[in-house]
């Protein structure tokens, strides 16, 4: 009588075991966890062979203890292993055990599977599927290693930055109150006819420089507040034309250019490049786009470009881009016939595109604001 082929049960239960392989990746890629990872494994091995997992790691005294998550440490484990060569093995390994170290670097392994209660023993088809499932499962432990060296780096990097913006903010208030005090003494000499007129130009220039001071004093205040998403937009909807025309820019040509937007990040952002336009006895002109879905503002002048350039912009420049992009937006910027130009563009509402990017919607007010 001939015995069955068992080639073609082999096969099967190696593709179902493929099945939950790619199962334990799926798990362990949606949700890199210390923990889940562990879950996912044990689940894997029930479901593949009928048979019971443990995941042990190797504690401060050599021995070996069960732990239920990645991040678990044991000082001390109550099995040890049998030999200091492969193939590993406990002293206390059960006849019905199989104990797979989980690939790495090093020896005696961090990490053992043991597997016990098989439904069809230590048979060919239940190694191989171990084997990959473990080897699947390496790949998982060093995801969630990168994951979790990711967001401690992310944590920190937070940190850091939220403390520069403290130091910003700190540097801020401490510069604009003594330049506040000189702006104001300058402008009060210079008003006193006491003093000979050279004496008053240069009161004069005193106090437009430490204007400039507390501009970018404040400039840098409101920069470190949004690079940290401190600042929320209060929307409003806004003609983005009036705004550069109540700037100082010169409106080339008028069309529909209202926007739901900020006001009070918007007009400053554009006030500021308008304002640093100007510095060269030049005006600073201004034209509306209505685009799809989006208005377009270009504005243009000569001289030594508001934004600076792309590998070194200036603050108010950096400013402007921040606001910008903060309202879902673009800020391009370019050169030519000796002048210079910035090309923003602004979706009409930008919560409908980027919710989860451009802040809440507390204190919406959607009255028209110029």
């Known amino acids: 009588m001939r015995s069955e082929d068992p080639r073609p049960a082999l096969a099967a239960r190696l593709t179902s075991g493929l099945a939950h392989i790619a199962a334990l990746n799926d798990v362990v890629l949606a949700s890199p966890r210390a923990s889940l990872a562990v879950r996912a494994l ?10 019971t997992a443990s995941l042990l790691r190797r504690a401060s005294n050599g021995a070996y ?7 678990a440490r044991p000082a001390n484990g109550s099995r040890m292993p ?4 492969p193939p590993f093995r406990f002293d206390d390994t059960a006849p019905d055990e ?3 170290p989980v690939p790495g670097t090093m020896w005696p392994p961090e990490l053992v599977v043991a597997v016990r209660g098989a439904k069809a023993g230590p048979d060919e088809g239940n190694l191989a599927i171990l084997d990959a499932l473990v080897s699947s499962f390496a790949l998982a432990v060093r995801l969630v290693a990168v994951t979790a060296e990711l967001e401690r780096k992310r944590v920190d990097l937070r940190d850091a930055r939220a403390a520069q913006a403290e130091l910003v903010a700190r540097f801020s208030r401490d510069v604009r109150g003594p330049v506040t005090s000189i702006v104001g003494f300058a402008r009060l000499l210079e008003e006193d006819g006491r003093f000979p007129s050279d004496a008053r130009e240069a009161l004069a220039v005193i106090g437009a420089n430490g204007e400039r001071v507390a501009e970018v004093a404040a400039d840098a205040d409101l920069l470190s507040r949004i690079e940290l998403a401190a600042v929320d937009p209060r929307w409003r909807k806004v003609d983005v034309a009036a705004l550069a025309a109540a700037a100082g820019a010169q409106i080339d ?3 529909k250019a209202e926007v739901v937007a900020d006001p009070d990040l918007l007009g400053p952002a554009l006030e500021r490049l308008i304002e640093d336009g100007q510095r060269a006895a ?3 002109r ?5 685009l799809a879905e989006a208005v377009a503002l270009e504005l243009s002048g000569t001289g030594p470009s508001p934004a600076g350039e792309r590998n070194a912009p200036t603050v108010g420049g950096r400013l402007a881009e921040r606001i910008v992009e903060r309202h879902g937006g673009t800020l391009r910027t370019g050169s030519a016939e000796g002048g210079w130009w910035i090309r923003i563009t602004l979706p009409y509402d930008p919560r409908r595109l980027r919710p989860t990017f451009v802040g809440s919607n507390e204190g919406e007010d959607l009255s028209s604001t110029a």
């Open 82 to 85: 049998a030999n200091s060569a």
């Open 282 to 284: 030049s005006p600073v």
């Open 65 to 71: 203890a069960v732990v239920v998550t990645l991040d």
């Open 253 to 255: 040509r008028r069309s």
């Open 98 to 100: 199989l104990v797979l």
């Open 42 to 51: 044990v689940d894997a091995v029930e479901a593949a062979i009928g048979a």
């Open 286 to 290: 201004a034209k509306a786009e209505d």
